[in-house]
């Protein structure tokens, strides 16, 4: 009923940057919180970055000052533009987003993407 489809990811050296792009489609009635979760080889995956509906944003500290996380909500996208990459920014990004479907609109969900992988080396 409801997929999220990440885009972005790939190589990129030390300092540099990337922009990763998630977009919700499907029976959607409407979305409430939009994230993005990373998963490092032997790690736990944790939240890096996360926005409201109404534009609220909170930030990992790790990435605070180096990574802004935005949404259009016409397009039910959210993005994460990452900047002064670093080696320990290497993992699977996840995106997440709370969402109500059209056939059950009072009740909202929690969906996630497939992930896609950044990789920070030089």
């Known amino acids: 009923q409801v997929q999220l489809v990440e885009s972005g990811g790939g190589l990129v050296q030390p300092g540099g940057s990337l922009r990763l792009s998630c977009a919700a489609s499907?029976?959607?009635?409407?979305?409430?919180?939009m994230g993005w979760y990373r998963q490092a080889p032997g790690k736990q995956r944790e939240l890096v970055a996360a926005t409201t509906s109404s534009g609220r944003t909170n930030y990992a500290d790790s990435v605070k000052g180096r990574f802004t996380i935005s949404r259009d909500n016409a397009k039910n996208t959210v993005y994460l533009q990452m900047s002064s990459l670093k080696p320990e920014d290497t993992a699977v990004y996840y995106c997440?987003?709370?969402?109500?479907?059209?056939?059950?609109?009072?009740?909202?969900?929690?969906?996630w993407g497939k992930g896609t992988l950044v990789t920070v080396s030089s």
């Open positions: 997440n987003a709370a969402i109500a479907t059209t056939t059950r609109p009072w009740y909202g969900m929690d969906y």
């Open positions: 499907g029976s959607i009635f409407s979305i409430n919180a």
